[in-house]
Nanobody
Framework: QVQLVESGGGLVQAGGSLRLSCVAS????????MGWFRQAPGKEREFVAA????????NYVDSVKGRFTVSRDFAKSTMYLQMNSLKSEDTAVYYC???????????????????WGQGTQVTVSS
């Protein structure tokens, strides 16, 4: 079992930056990949970024490449999403997720992830 706690969302002006954090815990030691998804009102949940179990692979949706960076701090069991040059279309609830069954992967498919955080709101004005 994995529990996820997110933080870092908020209101920011277009062109600004935010850093989201997701702290993961588990009942036993193991490996897993982690991902970020977002969902705007009335839209499907969308893949944003992912990082595999050892941090050696990352994956991004095209719309955030060059602006967002996903990383892991293994000592703190934390995944980060550094978001720069934010745009109004980045406004959404952002969710972190864990893929326990395929830790080598950085899947774009929401159904590949078994555990989800509660979500944190990101609002970009202008």
């Amino acid at each position: 079992q994995v529990q996820l706690v997110e933080s870092g969302g908020g209101l920011v002006q277009a062109g600004g930056s935010l850093r989201l954090s997701c702290v993961a815990s588990a009942r036993s030691f193991g490996t897993y990949s982690m991902g970020w998804f977002r969902q705007a009102p009335g839209k499907e949940r969308e893949f944003v970024a992912a990082i595999n179990w050892n941090g050696g692979r990352t994956n991004y949706v095209d719309s955030v490449k060059g602006r967002f960076t996903v990383s892991r701090d293994f000592a703190k069991s934390t995944m980060y999403l550094q978001m720069n040059s934010l745009k109004s279309e980045d406004t959404a609830v952002y969710y972190c997720a864990v893929d326990w069954t395929e830790p080598w992967n950085t899947s774009k498919q929401a159904n590949d992830y078994e555990y989800w955080g509660q979500g944190t709101q990101v609002t970009v004005s202008s």
